[in-house]
């Protein structure tokens, strides 16, 4: 007879363990390698950046907003017009040839006589902590007696106030652009002929009022404000007492010499401007 074939152990298992491959699938992949685990912290920094992209994207797109807005706030000009300090006293307007640029306040265009009152001129804001803003007109100003008496002050038309000409002159002016309209009072409530409280323009005051009290003929205080209202031209166009130390401080203050007014008494041109060219402003204005 030929001789048997023989396996050792070793053998069979082998192959018993290639069989269980073949005949159950399932069994390999219990048994066998099992799928790498997802890496969370990987997933959850790609998040994080994605995050950070959007963010960052966000962020540019509104600091280049803001910096287009600053543009055009510091090169707006449908609705403002920039001057030397020195032509609001009238002789030196009239010697450079130009329009006075200020409304100066006169017998024509103000009338407080019958309260006993005087206000005509030019008056600056000397101490005011705002020192972006300094002269003011009474012109349009009418009260009558009996006191108490209000009187309103339209200082927030054109040429009635003065701001630097610099960024943050600029700034509050595009502020009371949006914030108050042009024919927006200062409301005097005279008590007397020397005491009167401020409705103020604007919603810069929360409802409140402030206090003006006369000092001298060309001087009125204005306590809770921190500054005195001092005359600086006369109603005649001629220089007031504080002429030469409101130039003095202008020129440490602002050495470029140029002050702000509104040349316009639209609303719309006043805003508009901010946002488009004067032209297109001028059309739809």
């Given at each position: 007879?030929g001789?048997r074939?023989?396996?050792?152990f070793r053998?069979?298992?082998?192959?018993?363990?290639?069989?269980?491959?073949?005949?159950?699938p399932?069994?390999q992949?219990?048994?066998?390698?099992?799928?790498?685990?997802k890496?969370?912290?990987?997933?959850d920094?790609?998040?994080?950046?994605?995050?950070?992209?959007?963010?960052?994207?966000?962020?540019?797109?509104v600091?280049?907003?803001?910096?287009?807005?600053?543009?055009?706030?510091?090169?707006?000009?449908?609705?403002?017009?920039?001057?030397?300090?020195?032509?609001?006293?009238?002789?030196?307007?009239?010697?450079?040839?130009?329009?006075?640029?200020?409304?100066?306040?006169?017998?024509k265009n103000?009338?407080?006589?019958?309260?006993?009152i005087?206000l005509?001129?030019?008056?600056?804001?000397?101490?005011?902590?705002l020192t972006?803003?300094?002269?003011?007109?009474?012109?349009?100003?009418?009260?009558?007696?009996?006191f108490?008496?209000?009187?309103?002050?339209y200082?927030?038309l054109?040429r009635?106030?003065?701001?630097?000409d610099n960024?943050v002159?600029?700034i509050?002016?595009?502020?009371?652009?949006?914030?108050?309209q042009?024919?927006?009072?200062?409301?005097?409530?005279?008590?007397?002929?020397?005491?009167a409280?401020?409705?103020?323009?604007?919603?810069?005051s929360?409802?409140?009022?402030?206090?003006?009290?006369?000092?001298?003929d060309?001087e009125?205080?204005?306590?809770?404000?921190?500054?005195?209202?001092r005359?600086?031209?006369?109603?005649?166009?001629?220089?007031?007492p504080?002429?030469?130390?409101?130039?003095?401080?202008?020129?440490?203050?602002?050495?470029?010499?140029?002050m702000l007014?509104?040349?316009?008494?639209?609303?719309?041109?006043?805003?508009?401007?901010?946002?488009?060219?004067?032209f297109?402003c001028?059309?739809?204005?």
């Amino acid at each position: 007879f030929g001789s048997r074939p023989t396996c050792s152990f070793r053998h069979l298992s082998t192959v018993g363990a290639a069989s269980m491959a073949i005949v159950d699938p399932e069994g390999q992949r219990l048994l066998g390698t099992q799928p790498p685990k997802k890496d969370e912290s990987s997933f959850d920094k790609g998040k994080c950046f994605t995050c950070l992209k959007v963010c960052g994207a966000i962020t540019g797109v509104v600091v280049l907003l803001l910096l287009l807005l600053l543009l055009r706030v510091w090169t707006a000009e449908c609705a403002i017009e920039s001057f030397d300090k020195d032509l609001v006293l009238p002789k030196n307007a009239k010697e450079a040839g130009v329009p006075e640029p200020f409304d100066r306040g006169t017998d024509k265009n103000m009338d407080l006589d019958d309260l006993d009152i005087d206000l005509k001129g030019v008056w600056w804001m000397d101490g005011n902590p705002l020192t972006a803003e300094h002269l003011v007109s009474f012109a349009s100003a009418k009260g009558k007696k009996p006191f108490p008496s209000s009187v309103p002050v339209y200082n927030n038309l054109a040429r009635r106030w003065t701001w630097t000409d610099n960024i943050v002159g600029r700034i509050v002016m595009a502020y009371y652009a949006v914030d108050a309209q042009p024919d927006s009072p200062l409301v005097f409530n005279f008590k007397n002929s020397t005491s009167a409280s401020i409705i103020p323009v604007a919603g810069i005051s929360s409802g409140g009022m402030f206090g003006f009290q006369k000092i001298s003929d060309n001087e009125w205080d204005r306590p809770d404000a921190n500054y005195v209202l001092r005359r600086i031209v006369k109603a005649d166009g001629t220089a007031g007492p504080f002429w030469t130390k409101f130039k003095d401080w202008y020129k440490a203050t602002a050495p470029n010499g140029r002050m702000l007014v509104w040349r316009s008494d639209s609303g719309c041109l006043r805003k508009c401007q901010y946002f488009a060219p004067c032209f297109l402003c001028d059309a739809i204005c």
